[in-house]
């Protein structure tokens, strides 16, 4: 059945930066809305970032806008978020979906799913 995996996580120092990854297989992600997510510890899960399949339109949130930047590779049916410039409270379980949405924009959190990720750990820590 269809599944996406994240990778790319790990600690890192304020400032810095990582790219994460996410794989689809069993389906096509271009088909897609992709969605990606973070949840901090003890903390709700906040929507972050999407990207349309359809018109290649982008949406990020105020709390990363300006430092991180959501892409695909069709080819490789893998989705990327590249995180640059990071602050402590970047702190987060880094998940991704396939969102049931043929646009993105600040509602996208609100529409429905067919596949998530498990999520991916990154730690911004001196």
């Known amino acids: 059945q269809g599944q996406l995996v994240e990778s790319g996580g790990g600690l890192v120092q304020p400032g810095g930066s990582l790219r994460l990854s996410c794989a689809a297989s069993?389906?096509?992600?271009?088909?897609?809305?992709i969605g990606w997510f973070r949840q901090a510890p003890g903390k709700g899960r906040e929507g972050i970032s999407c990207?349309?399949?359809?018109?290649?339109?982008?949406y990020y949130a105020d709390s990363v806008k300006d430092r991180f930047t959501i892409s695909r590779d069709v080819t490789e049916n893998t989705a990327y978020l590249q995180l640059s410039t990071l602050k402590v409270e970047d702190t987060a379980v880094y998940s991704c979906?396939?969102?049931?949405?043929?646009?993105?924009?600040?509602?996208?959190?609100?529409?429905?799913?067919?596949?998530w990720g498990k999520g991916t750990l990154v730690i911004v820590s001196s």
């Open positions: 990207f349309s399949g359809t018109d290649g339109s982008t």
């Open positions: 979906a396939a969102v049931r949405s043929e646009i993105c924009n600040h509602a996208f959190v609100h529409y429905g799913v067919d596949y």
């Open positions: 069993g389906f096509r992600l271009d088909t897609y809305t």
